[in-house]
């Protein structure tokens, strides 16, 4: 044989085993597509909070197996970009998480968007646990909240909009409030609800700040083009998905950098500078909604870590700041009151001998029918509601 025939040969077959790759490739990816079309119209589930449903069937007992997996399901939950604010949960509609395009989590007897003058409007914002993560629809803070405000017979028909976000904290509500002032969704009464997440983002960054920052700094340069172009195909999407549940551990989270010192969760300046930021987000937020001709209210919220009687949470991670901040916090309160605007609802759960978190910290549906209570009761007590 010649050396050009040999030469041919292995030339023909070079290319078939690439053109074989390529279309083993190619194939793969449209399986991937395939497949993330599916998974698309359940909502493009991520992570499970949890593998096993055993410890939510205390906590919904009437749901059966099926009805159970089936909103494990629906509450895995994807982000989306949001404009300022970073990012929000994508829209969804299932049996027992359903998320609105403008942004909110469905409430009970959920009023029209954009909201009606004929309506009582309520705007609620907050993070994870005022979204809802590990309850149904119904049985969220903003659906007892709904309940409680119909119960009080106003003279117009209260709607509530469940604006909580995973991750979020006070910045961010604020900007997300300011935002919708802006787009002319003005509402008659704005409540949020934060002490968690103010501790856990101890810096004042959002969650997915470090991606940002990386787009930012590459920005324009031509080498990091092909990985985001390949983290796009069908095929790694469908083998890499981020789960939201994992972003108030820190996730996505940037590049791994230079190993650190272990955290101090009592550093008294670290927790004074956190409950600085939040006073002056709420002095911000109130002058918007004064201007506005909407009330405000601000709630610092139940925490596992603070007078909660139940099994102590493990696996904490940055959490554990609000164990040291919440002591400062309802000292502070008890010294210089943050105004009538301000509910204390931080100690509600004194007392109780009942599991009260569906997790770590995500709020139990009888927890939150407790917090709606509270806020309902302090917003009569200090005539917010008319």
Known sequence: MSAFAALRRAYRGLAVFWLNLCLAFAGANVLALAY???????????????????????FFPQLGERELAEFLRESERTFEY????????????????????????????????????????????????????????????????QRRLVDLGLAKPPRVYNFGRGAYFSTQERVLFEKLIVAGAVPDLAIFIDGLND?????????????????????????????VLLAKLPLARAVARPSAFRILGGHPAPPPRAAKAPERYDDAV??????????????????????????????????????YHGPPPEHLGLHEYS????????????????????????????????PLYVDQVHYSPALSDRIATCIVDLLLERGLLG
């Open 199 to 227: 501790f856990h983002f101890k810096d004042g960054v959002p969650a997915l700040t470090p991606l940002l920052e990386q787009l930012v700094e590459h920005f324009g340069e031509e080498s990091p083009a092909m990985p």
């Open 36 to 58: 993330l079309s599916v998974a698309g119209r359940r909502g493009a589930p991520r992570a499970a909070p949890t593998q096993d449903p055993g410890p939510l069937r205390k």
């Open 323 to 354: 164990r040291f901040g919440y002591p400062l916090m309802a000292d502070l309160v008890r010294r210089e009151p943050p105004g009538r605007d301000f509910l204390w609802c931080a100690d509600i759960q004194e007392g109780l001998d009942e």
């Open 82 to 145: 949001e404009p300022f604010a970073q990012f929000r949960e994508k829209a969804y509609a299932g049996r027992y998480v359903r998320i609105h395009p403008a942004g909110f989590r469905e409430s009970q007897d959920q009023g029209p968007w954009p909201p009606e003058e004929a309506n009582f409007t309520v705007f609620v914002f907050g993070g994870s646990t005022v979204f809802g993560y590990g309850v149904p629809d119904d049985q969220t803070i903003a659906s007892h909240l």
């Open 270 to 307: 670290v927790l004074r500078n956190v409950i600085r930021r939040y006073l002056v987000n709420k002095r911000l937020a109130e002058a918007a909604a004064r201007e506005f001709g909407a009330r405000a209210a601000f709630v610092w919220q139940p925490v596992p870590t603070y007078r």
